[in-house]
């Protein structure tokens, strides 16, 4: 069946330094990616997404990089702040379905 | 603020009972969304409606249920709840079937 996955559960980072989060996915007929992003006691908030018939999309600070051949999907935050401290998701949907399938999260914790 | 307003936002109650989350959507989004995050499992889709009708199901137990009304807000119900339903349960709102998914605070369920 579908799965998205992650590689490290939690992530350490130097204030300042980048971060990068990774997502594995196994459902091939996934075509919208979404990374969220959950700091405690708050709901999920969208950060970016991206299509498949794309490999790279960028955002302020947040960029999010698609390989479709080894179905992986990471979130790069540049020059991480305090308040990127929280859990991350990265989430799939198929092309022709509504839901949203979740990753198991990723906590990033934000050195000072 | 996502726009999604869930109550109530904690609730504790014993085995065997039944309640009611509420959710209501932002203003004119017509697909709610059921989520439910465990701490073993991360965020689990259990049901989406859209303008009234259920459009996607996920893995909602039998002892689960949920509507959307009219005025678009929904309710996910649970029944003879056990130990194992404590979570937060996430409701979400998009103005599409397939649009990008705007989270609300969740409702904590703490089953004693």
């Known amino acids: 069946g579908e799965s998205v996955g992650l590689h490290l559960p939690t992530l350490s980072v130097q204030e300042g330094d980048n971060s990068i989060i990774n997502c594995a996915y196994s459902?091939?007929?996934?075509?919208?990616f979404i990374w969220y992003k959950q700091e405690s006691g708050k709901g999920p908030q969208f950060i970016i997404d991206?299509?498949?018939?794309?490999d790279k999309r960028q955002g302020q600070r947040v960029t999010v990089l698609l390989n479709k051949t080894v179905k992986h999907l990471s979130l790069q935050i540049a020059a991480t702040q305090p308040g990127d401290s929280a859990v991350y998701f990265c989430?799939?949907?198929?092309?022709?379905?509504?839901?949203?399938?979740f990753g198991g999260g990723t906590r990033v914790l934000v050195k000072p | 603020d996502s726009g999604v307003t869930q109550t109530p936002k904690h609730l504790i109650t014993a085995t065997g009972q039944r309640v009611t989350l509420r959710c209501s959507p932002r203003?004119?989004?017509?697909?709610v969304y059921w989520y439910q995050q465990s701490l073993d499992q991360g965020l689990q889709f259990l049901i989406q409606?859209?303008?009234?009708?259920?459009?996607a199901k996920g893995n909602i137990l039998e002892r689960f249920s949920a509507q959307q009304f009219p005025d678009l807000h929904s309710e996910l119900n649970l029944s003879s709840l056990e130990l194992g339903d404590s979570a937060l349960y996430f409701c979400?709102?998009?103005?599409?079937?397939?649009?990008?998914?705007?989270f609300g605070e969740g409702s904590r369920l703490t089953v004693l």
């Open positions: 979400a709102s998009s103005g599409t079937e397939t649009g990008e998914l705007f």
């Open positions: 459902n091939s007929a996934s075509d919208y």
């Open positions: 991206i299509r498949s018939n794309m």
């Open positions: 989430a799939e949907r198929e092309a022709a379905g509504n839901k949203l399938t």
């Open positions: 203003s004119g989004d017509l697909s």
């Open positions: 409606y859209y303008n009234g009708e259920e459009r």
